[in-house]
Protein backbone atom coordinates (compact mmCIF):
# COMPACT_ATOMS: atom_id res chain seq x y z
CA UNK A 1 0.00 0.00 0.00
CA UNK A 2 3.01 2.55 0.81
CA UNK A 3 4.13 1.74 -2.88
CA UNK A 4 0.66 2.50 -4.45
CA UNK A 5 0.51 5.97 -2.64
CA UNK A 6 4.22 6.86 -3.37
CA UNK A 7 3.15 6.54 -7.28
CA UNK A 8 0.01 8.16 -6.86
CA UNK A 9 1.95 11.51 -6.06
CA UNK A 10 4.56 11.42 -9.29
CA UNK A 11 3.17 12.25 -12.45
CA UNK A 12 -0.03 10.47 -13.75
CA UNK A 13 1.10 8.96 -16.84
CA UNK A 14 4.17 7.35 -15.04
CA UNK A 15 2.16 6.53 -11.80
CA UNK A 16 -0.78 4.37 -14.02
CA UNK A 17 2.39 2.90 -16.03
CA UNK A 18 4.29 1.76 -12.23
CA UNK A 19 0.59 0.77 -11.12
CA UNK A 20 -0.80 -1.59 -13.72
CA UNK A 21 3.09 -3.68 -13.49
CA UNK A 22 2.73 -3.73 -9.71
CA UNK A 23 -1.01 -4.91 -10.11
CA UNK A 24 0.07 -7.50 -13.15
CA UNK A 25 2.77 -8.73 -10.86
CA UNK A 26 0.46 -8.96 -8.17
CA UNK A 27 -1.99 -11.22 -10.55
CA UNK A 28 0.74 -13.39 -12.07
CA UNK A 29 1.13 -16.13 -9.41
CA UNK A 30 -2.52 -16.33 -9.40
CA UNK A 31 -3.22 -16.13 -13.49
CA UNK A 32 -0.35 -19.72 -13.48
CA UNK A 33 -2.18 -21.41 -10.92
CA UNK A 34 -5.29 -21.14 -13.07
CA UNK A 35 -3.79 -21.53 -16.25
CA UNK A 36 -2.27 -25.08 -14.22
CA UNK A 37 -5.78 -25.87 -13.11
CA UNK A 38 -7.16 -25.28 -16.47
CA UNK A 39 -4.89 -27.63 -18.91
CA UNK A 40 -7.42 -30.36 -18.98
CA UNK A 41 -9.95 -28.14 -20.02
CA UNK A 42 -8.72 -27.96 -23.61
CA UNK A 43 -9.81 -31.68 -23.85
CA UNK A 44 -12.85 -32.17 -26.12
CA UNK A 45 -15.95 -33.49 -24.74
CA UNK A 46 -17.06 -36.52 -26.38
CA UNK A 47 -20.33 -35.18 -27.74
CA UNK A 48 -23.52 -37.44 -26.89
CA UNK A 49 -23.96 -40.83 -28.09
CA UNK A 50 -20.93 -40.77 -29.67
CA UNK A 51 -18.76 -43.85 -28.85
CA UNK A 52 -16.04 -42.66 -25.27
CA UNK A 53 -14.41 -46.03 -25.28
CA UNK A 54 -14.38 -49.71 -26.06
CA UNK A 55 -13.06 -52.34 -24.48
CA UNK A 56 -11.96 -55.74 -23.38
CA UNK A 57 -12.49 -57.77 -19.73
CA UNK A 58 -13.55 -60.41 -18.04
CA UNK A 59 -16.07 -61.25 -14.97
CA UNK A 60 -14.10 -63.43 -12.08
CA UNK A 61 -17.22 -65.15 -10.21
CA UNK A 62 -17.32 -67.06 -7.38
CA UNK A 63 -20.88 -69.47 -7.66
CA UNK A 64 -20.48 -69.96 -3.99
CA UNK A 65 -21.47 -66.00 -2.98
CA UNK A 66 -22.55 -64.99 -6.55
CA UNK A 67 -20.45 -62.17 -6.03
CA UNK A 68 -17.54 -61.14 -8.72
CA UNK A 69 -15.44 -58.71 -9.87
CA UNK A 70 -15.03 -57.19 -13.35
CA UNK A 71 -11.87 -55.98 -14.85
CA UNK A 72 -9.93 -55.05 -18.44
CA UNK A 73 -8.61 -52.84 -20.49
CA UNK A 74 -9.62 -49.83 -22.49
CA UNK A 75 -8.86 -50.19 -26.46
CA UNK A 76 -9.72 -46.58 -27.71
CA UNK A 77 -10.35 -43.55 -26.08
CA UNK A 78 -11.94 -40.55 -27.58
CA UNK A 79 -10.39 -38.10 -28.25
CA UNK A 80 -6.89 -39.70 -27.52
CA UNK A 81 -6.10 -40.70 -31.15
CA UNK A 82 -2.70 -42.40 -30.19
CA UNK A 83 -2.35 -45.90 -28.96
CA UNK A 84 -3.46 -46.79 -26.06
CA UNK A 85 -0.83 -49.91 -25.73
CA UNK A 86 3.45 -49.94 -25.11
CA UNK A 87 3.46 -52.89 -27.84
CA UNK A 88 1.51 -54.98 -29.46
CA UNK A 89 -2.09 -54.66 -27.88
CA UNK A 90 -2.87 -56.95 -25.04
CA UNK A 91 -3.60 -56.83 -21.38
CA UNK A 92 0.03 -56.83 -20.57
CA UNK A 93 0.39 -53.58 -23.18
CA UNK A 94 -2.48 -51.76 -22.14
CA UNK A 95 -1.86 -48.08 -20.80
CA UNK A 96 -5.23 -47.76 -19.32
CA UNK A 97 -7.06 -50.49 -17.12
CA UNK A 98 -10.42 -50.40 -15.52
CA UNK A 99 -11.90 -52.89 -12.22
CA UNK A 100 -15.15 -52.70 -10.18
CA UNK A 101 -15.61 -53.17 -6.57
CA UNK A 102 -16.54 -56.21 -4.96
CA UNK A 103 -20.03 -56.51 -6.99
CA UNK A 104 -23.05 -59.25 -5.73
CA UNK A 105 -25.47 -60.75 -8.55
CA UNK A 106 -29.03 -61.99 -7.01
CA UNK A 107 -30.75 -64.06 -9.33
CA UNK A 108 -34.24 -63.39 -10.34
CA UNK A 109 -36.75 -65.74 -11.89
CA UNK A 110 -36.16 -66.89 -15.72
CA UNK A 111 -38.21 -65.46 -17.86
CA UNK A 112 -38.62 -68.66 -20.25
CA UNK A 113 -35.66 -69.53 -21.55
CA UNK A 114 -33.84 -65.97 -21.00
CA UNK A 115 -31.83 -66.27 -17.60
CA UNK A 116 -31.51 -63.29 -15.24
CA UNK A 117 -29.45 -61.47 -12.58
CA UNK A 118 -29.64 -58.56 -10.79
CA UNK A 119 -26.31 -56.66 -10.29
CA UNK A 120 -25.95 -54.58 -7.26
CA UNK A 121 -24.74 -50.78 -7.41
CA UNK A 122 -21.27 -49.82 -6.67
CA UNK A 123 -18.25 -48.19 -8.71
CA UNK A 124 -16.17 -48.50 -11.42
CA UNK A 125 -12.68 -46.99 -12.03
CA UNK A 126 -10.76 -46.66 -14.59
CA UNK A 127 -6.60 -46.50 -14.22
CA UNK A 128 -3.60 -45.11 -16.01
CA UNK A 129 -0.37 -46.92 -15.95
CA UNK A 130 2.97 -45.83 -17.02
CA UNK A 131 4.48 -49.02 -17.12
CA UNK A 132 1.46 -51.42 -18.31
CA UNK A 133 2.14 -54.85 -16.82
CA UNK A 134 -1.79 -56.08 -16.28
CA UNK A 135 -1.94 -59.74 -15.65
CA UNK A 136 -5.52 -61.66 -16.23
CA UNK A 137 -4.06 -64.29 -13.66
CA UNK A 138 -3.94 -61.34 -10.97
CA UNK A 139 -6.85 -59.26 -10.38
CA UNK A 140 -5.30 -56.77 -8.39
CA UNK A 141 -3.15 -55.98 -11.52
CA UNK A 142 -5.63 -54.23 -13.22
CA UNK A 143 -6.05 -51.50 -10.31
CA UNK A 144 -2.25 -50.92 -9.47
CA UNK A 145 -2.13 -47.80 -11.95
CA UNK A 146 -2.44 -44.37 -10.87
CA UNK A 147 -6.81 -44.12 -10.38
CA UNK A 148 -7.92 -41.02 -13.02
CA UNK A 149 -11.58 -41.92 -13.01
CA UNK A 150 -14.20 -43.73 -11.01
CA UNK A 151 -18.20 -43.81 -11.97
CA UNK A 152 -20.94 -44.71 -10.00
CA UNK A 153 -23.76 -47.34 -11.31
CA UNK A 154 -27.09 -48.18 -9.63
CA UNK A 155 -28.04 -51.95 -9.68
CA UNK A 156 -28.76 -53.22 -13.24
CA UNK A 157 -29.81 -56.19 -14.73
CA UNK A 158 -27.57 -59.39 -16.77
CA UNK A 159 -29.06 -60.93 -19.06
CA UNK A 160 -28.25 -64.28 -20.35
CA UNK A 161 -29.78 -66.58 -23.30
CA UNK A 162 -27.97 -69.36 -24.79
CA UNK A 163 -24.29 -69.31 -24.61
CA UNK A 164 -24.32 -65.21 -24.75
CA UNK A 165 -24.81 -62.68 -22.03
CA UNK A 166 -25.95 -59.14 -22.39
CA UNK A 167 -24.80 -56.37 -20.15
CA UNK A 168 -26.48 -52.50 -20.68
CA UNK A 169 -26.32 -50.22 -18.11
CA UNK A 170 -25.41 -46.13 -17.57
CA UNK A 171 -23.08 -44.97 -15.01
CA UNK A 172 -22.34 -41.41 -13.42
CA UNK A 173 -18.80 -39.48 -12.77
CA UNK A 174 -18.47 -39.34 -9.19
CA UNK A 175 -14.47 -38.45 -9.08
CA UNK A 176 -11.59 -37.74 -11.81
CA UNK A 177 -8.17 -36.12 -11.83
CA UNK A 178 -6.25 -34.92 -14.71
CA UNK A 179 -3.69 -37.52 -16.57
CA UNK A 180 -0.77 -36.88 -18.53
CA UNK A 181 -0.48 -38.90 -22.16
CA UNK A 182 1.02 -38.40 -25.33
CA UNK A 183 1.87 -35.26 -24.25
CA UNK A 184 -1.27 -33.56 -23.94
CA UNK A 185 -3.59 -33.32 -20.41
CA UNK A 186 -7.03 -35.23 -20.50
CA UNK A 187 -9.37 -35.22 -17.78
CA UNK A 188 -12.77 -37.50 -17.81
CA UNK A 189 -14.39 -34.36 -16.12
CA UNK A 190 -14.22 -32.59 -19.85
CA UNK A 191 -14.57 -36.41 -21.60
CA UNK A 192 -17.70 -37.57 -20.18
CA UNK A 193 -18.58 -35.38 -18.15
CA UNK A 194 -22.08 -36.43 -17.54
CA UNK A 195 -21.37 -40.01 -17.45
CA UNK A 196 -21.18 -43.11 -19.65
CA UNK A 197 -23.77 -45.75 -20.96
CA UNK A 198 -21.82 -49.21 -21.60
CA UNK A 199 -23.28 -51.77 -23.86
CA UNK A 200 -21.57 -55.15 -24.14
CA UNK A 201 -21.95 -58.61 -24.15
CA UNK A 202 -20.27 -61.78 -22.38
CA UNK A 203 -19.72 -65.48 -22.99
CA UNK A 204 -21.90 -67.46 -21.06
CA UNK A 205 -19.47 -70.56 -21.24
CA UNK A 206 -17.27 -70.25 -18.16
CA UNK A 207 -13.44 -70.61 -18.01
CA UNK A 208 -12.01 -72.88 -14.71
CA UNK A 209 -8.65 -70.90 -13.82
CA UNK A 210 -7.00 -71.29 -10.57
CA UNK A 211 -7.28 -68.18 -8.93
CA UNK A 212 -10.75 -67.87 -9.27
CA UNK A 213 -13.33 -70.54 -9.85
CA UNK A 214 -15.36 -68.85 -12.91
CA UNK A 215 -14.48 -66.63 -15.41
CA UNK A 216 -16.52 -64.72 -18.18
CA UNK A 217 -15.03 -63.08 -21.50
CA UNK A 218 -16.68 -59.97 -22.50
CA UNK A 219 -15.84 -57.09 -24.59
CA UNK A 220 -17.92 -53.52 -24.80
CA UNK A 221 -18.10 -50.23 -25.74
CA UNK A 222 -19.24 -47.28 -24.18
CA UNK A 223 -21.05 -44.00 -25.18
CA UNK A 224 -21.20 -40.54 -23.40
CA UNK A 225 -24.30 -39.09 -21.91
CA UNK A 226 -25.88 -36.22 -22.94
CA UNK A 227 -26.10 -33.05 -20.76
CA UNK A 228 -29.27 -33.33 -18.41
Do not use: C
Not at 28 to 46: G, I
Not at 58 to 81: C, E, K
Amino acid sequence: MRLIRTLLHKRPAIALLALAVVVAGWQNPARAQESMQSAALKTRQTPAGKIVWHHVGRVFLNPATFQFVYVGYLVHIDPISGSLFDGPPSESTAYFTFSTDLAQLTPLPNNNDVSLDLVSAGTFSVYYNATPGADWSALASFSSGKRIATFHRNESVFQQLGTVSLHSLSETLVWSSNFEFGGQTYNFNRIAPNGITFAQFFSGVPQVTADYPLTFSGAGTVFAVGTP
